[in-house]
Each structure stands twice: as structure tokens, then as C-alpha cells.
């Protein structure tokens, strides 16, 4: 059974840079996407992008547009290891952050994605 975590949130400034890791333990990752997402207090869970991986290791990010150039997913195949780096944070950009993984590669929908973390609170003041 694959287990995720996440770590490195915190409380930044508005216009700072934060990076987050997520780390996947107990199972291969191989076969899945994993994906990154965020959810703030009374919205719904928010696709923020997600990296997959060739046999060879070699990664293939992808972003939602609210973030598509402020943020860069990153990661290690062989390490289970994705990092999501964001720059520029605005008021937007709060909420708790989690990763999880995903069999389909076209998918954004949460409810295709499992295991989930327990999430990483990022939190921007003004």
C-alpha cells in the first residue's frame, strides 16, 4: 500500500516563493501520475498540476492555468519523491496542499486519485 506525505508548507508573505515536497512510501509508483492539488476553507479541491514519468525516468509536468508559470512541479521517479515550487504566491494561493496519485494520465478530477496525504498548509498574508 502506497502512503504519501507532504511537507514544507508555512505562512509567507504575499509575492514570496515556497516549495513543497511530497514523498510516496510502501509500493511502486511506476505506473501513476501524481498530482498535486489545493483546497482553501469552504471550496472544493483545486487541481493545481501534476508530473509523470517515462520508463526512463524522465519527467513530464503539467499545470492548471491559474498557475501555469508561477509554479513548477519537479520530481524524482526513482526517489517517489515530486516537489511543487511557488513563486509569486498571491491571496489566491492559501489553502492546504496535497498530492496523491493517479492511473490516469489525462485525468484532473480528485475523485480519480488515490492515495491522498494528509496536506501541507500554505498560508499568504497581505
Known amino acids: 500500500q502506497v502512503n504519501m506525505e507532504e511537507s514544507g508548507g508555512g505562512l509567507v508573505q504575499g509575492g514570496d516563493s515556497l516549495r513543497i515536497s511530497c514523498v510516496a512510501s510502501?509500493?511502486?509508483?511506476?505506473?501513476?501520475?501524481l498530482g498535486w492539488f489545493r483546497q482553501a476553507p469552504g471550496k472544493e479541491r483545486e487541481y493545481v498540476g501534476s508530473?509523470?514519468?517515462?520508463?526512463?525516468?524522465?519527467?513530464?509536468?503539467s499545470y492548471a492555468s491559474s498557475v501555469k508559470g508561477r509554479f513548477t512541479i519537479s520530481g524524482e521517479k526513482a526517489k517517489k519523491t515530486s516537489y511543487l515550487q511557488m513563486n509569486t504566491l498571491q491571496p489566491d494561493d492559501p489553502g492546504v496542499y496535497y498530492c496523491?496519485?493517479?492511473?490516469?494520465?489525462?485525468?484532473?478530477?480528485?475523485?480519480?486519485?488515490?492515495?491522498w496525504g494528509q496536506g501541507t498548509q500554505v498560508t499568504v498574508s497581505s
Open positions: 496523491a496519485l493517479s492511473l490516469s494520465y489525462v485525468s484532473t478530477d480528485p475523485g480519480t486519485f488515490s492515495p
Open positions: 510502501g509500493g511502486d509508483i511506476s505506473d501513476y501520475k
Open positions: 508530473i509523470m514519468w517515462t520508463k526512463a525516468g524522465t519527467p513530464y509536468p
